[in-house]
């Protein structure tokens, strides 16, 4: 990135610098790009108008809110990209771990403020079922539909694989203490949700030391793929781009999570059904193109990569982040998941390991990944 | 298969043309499989006199009907080896397929018709974790036994592993939400077994058209091993002997079914126990005989491939056409298992992954796959 | 071991000959060892002092007497490791796996004669979890930080945490039946467990066989690791040494056992923390250094080997002995553990089959290894 230029010759990365030579946030997307920036906008206006100006009908809310933050979301995700791709791998690695799943944070943030820890809970087990078997799923579909069988290293995959067991493990000891033992008074399962939150960050913290000193080894440190450098933005532009989408994206959570329960009684929609299938769903739809985009590109390592880094996170920190954020907002939140919740979890975690440890994918594993997350999804719905 | 001749040189598949130079059927067996035949044919018409002509004593027509299915299910497999031989390696993978599962899918849909549901379910338990535990078991110890440590390739184990966790996962995803749901009408649980039981087919249709079009990567389309292409029928002979074996299973099935309940009670046995251990014995013994053989002879990859695919066939075929069937027949079976027969399942398939994923068997792994398959089915005698 | 020495050139095994050269036991020892050695003597006898003559405080005798076992424990090894380098590395096996886990058969031994038969059952537990997940977290945090990236066969750690896995599953069939089975007599769950003692004790032996037959493969069968054959004792010294230390170690766990109860309710601990986190520390500690001083030394397939292999013992031979032990001391003790113990056992063997697996380790995985164990921890902290 900071080799010398010989003289005389243009050094290319000036191309980077859109401030000078265009419009400074627009003009360095793509033209489809272009539009959806323009589209998601006037989706995230509309949905504040509805909602606090003409208090409209919480169905049209939730739907065109949903809409902003899906791209709003997106716009986080290419202004990290570029950071990543301006500050080098290990920056880029940190940038990646705190901002990957920034909007599910906020999302979740702002309906546990609003007292619907069900739905909170629900969207982590989500998340990651999402991310295992969903993604994973139509990841490897695709892939090996266009690419035949798919070869990955088996040593990065199952070590991707070995950490998310490690850490959803951790995150569901509280559920399974609650459920077996005998006496389990509600404020002592908070205290211990609260130790398992700071440990929990603890570990978050190595892994973030550990990106930093084995930058090769992780996901965020592997070389820029090509394409995959985010647009050409100079980092004052790309910082005031993410600081102005998360904004935004705060603003659209709340008047989303306003939505939720009239649009859950209107559906007779259940609980469950909304945190595990929709939330994670409108906070993660970007990320999870990400990885069929690179699974469909023979990338199948990387986009393995994406779904356990992003699970990753969220056992290591939106969840525990949300334990902690619930003492501070007054709004106490246990990690006392669901008897289904834990199970499916667990299912999750072990297919996408042995998915991994044989170095091989293709579409039929794709296939019935996804057939079991469509089985799962359909029994949250029927959950009560 | 169809290569031309050259002039003046006997072809040997002419050989095959049994129908020409020999009996048809029995004179393409080796003496010992005619004594066998036979012995088959007897103890059918000897079961089916007794029950329907003598009214015999119930425990007789049990076992000797038990003897008769034991062979039948082995003809229908002669028959099946030899139409894939002679159809080729995608048409074989299909047969396989289809008719792998043949005798069991039998039994169990006129126990069915019966009422025994609780027999039907555990039979697909004892199934899978027959095939896994036991089968899997005795071959590793038999071929480690003569071999010493076999190597065989870690992709091909692992990705049959793998599509079985996914598979069984998928199966007993309704036994997991009947047992965490604090809601659960029998209607809403058959309902969503059936659901599941369509999603089941759609990957067992996706497993045979991947059969189609990777033949080299699957059980059912490897070149024909040594000795494995089945007798030297004719397709049309191999035709009528595998329809006409099916028809005589069916009727011996009937005969077996109605001679269960009395069985059960002469005995004081629990119905899990007959249901997880004789009834797939019966079914299976045959196909198993050729795992432990396979190993015997140092082909590990092909004996663990076996066990594989007829517990893949169990969970992706057998189990939800028995949902469908049960509609039929106005006998509705949820997919509801016991958590005991949950557990059995989910070790037996961790367990299994674990011994493809390392790439070795050995003699101990062997004799402790089968010492737990022993530990397994006194548990299921002694469960009530 | 046994060459031919050529004349006038001195036969190095002379020097282990230290019975002739200096006294016997502790002049074969380096300094730090002697000390060790005497401090353990100095608390042995200091323990029984205190207990049967003065009959001092429960607490104090309870860590006096844990520091006595400790050092016994690690004595015991020293003699076995000598013992198995003095007589070739297929007797070392069988040495290996019947003195491994001696101090932790004797201290069980007690409490089960003492009736605190949760503890004994919590102990196996904690023996397993602690191998599984402190240990070896600890000796890969270590082993990683200080030399980075360590791999590892996975043929022989995945072969490890297969056989781990089987007896395992095998160990807690008779808690799954329990938790299961609507019909849960005592009498038949003691009677269920004997049998499956009996079946792992079978296990037991024949995994003593394979280690005679296949040295090559096994833990205790490798050529001694440099600085690994034990002190220099002469077969008699080492035998004696053995005898003696076990001898003092029977004494000081019947001490220590008296003290648990008034320890427990001093400090008001649960009997599983007790159980699952002290007591195996006190009986393994000796050999958990062995472990991270294997991983710290770049030899991480024996540290690996060791946890796996003292878990492994822990399944097939120190909990069916207790078992069959029980009746004879008329303390039936039956394998129905909790299920928070169960559902620990599955996660340690789970996760630590993936860490196996995929050949590979880093100090991430150990660090978040350790973290769940400290949440377990603190889990049968709380758990009552």
């Known amino acids: ?132 078997l969903f993604v994973l799923g139509v990841s490897v579909l695709v892939g090996g539909f266009r690419n035949g069988v798919q070869r990955f290293s088996k040593e990065v995959a199952g070590s991707n694989a070995a950490l998310l067991a490690v850490a959803a493990i951790a995150l569901f000891v509280p559920a399974v203490l609650a459920l077996t033992t005998r006496d389990s008074s509600p404020g002592r399962l908070t205290e211990e949700s609260v130790l398992v939150a700071v440990l929990l960050i603890l570990g978050y913290v190595l892994s973030i030391v550990f990106q930093f000193t084995h930058p090769s080894l992780t996901l965020g440190g592997h070389e820029p793929l090509e394409g995959h450098g985010g647009p050409a933005w100079t980092i004052r532009v790309a910082v005031v781009v993410l600081l102005a989408a998360a904004a935004l994206l705060a603003v659209l959570s709340e008047v989303l999570v306003g939505a939720i329960v009239p649009f859950i009684e209107r559906f007779g929609l259940s609980t469950f059904f909304v945190g595990v299938v929709l939330i994670p769903t409108i906070g993660n739809l970007a990320e999870h193109l990400v990885a069929v985009q690179l699974a469909w590109k023979n990338k199948m390592e990387f986009a393995m990569a994406v779904c356990y880094g992003s699970s990753l996170q969220v056992a290591l920190f939106v969840a525990p982040a949300l334990v902690l954020l619930g003492l501070v907002v007054n709004q106490p939140m246990n990690l006392v998941f669901e008897p289904l919740e834990v199970a499916a979890v667990g299912a999750a975690v072990g297919i996408s390991a042995l998915i991994a440890l044989d170095g091989e994918s293709n579409w039929l594993e794709g296939a019935l990944l996804t057939i079991v997350y469509v089985i799962l999804a359909v029994s949250f719905f029927e959950f009560a």
């Open 1 to 132: 990135m900071e080799r010398a230029t010989p003289p005389g010759r243009r050094e290319p990365a000036l191309r980077y610098d859109s401030g000078v030579t265009g419009p400074p946030v627009l003009g360095a997307l793509p033209p489809f790009a272009r539009v959806a920036v323009l589209a998601t906008l006037g989706a995230s206006f509309l949905a504040i108008v509805l909602d606090f100006g003409l208090h409209a009908d919480p169905t049209v809310v939730f739907l065109i809110s949903a809409a902003g933050i899906l791209g709003l979301a997106w716009v986080v995700g290419l202004a990290t990209e570029r950071l990543g791709a301006l500050t080098g791998p290990r920056m880029g690695g940190i940038l990646n771990a705190t901002f990957g799943n920034v909007a599910e944070l906020i999302i979740a943030f702002f309906a546990l403020q609003a007292g619907l820890i069900d739905v909170v809970k629900a969207s982590l087990t989500g998340s990651i079922i999402g991310n295992l």
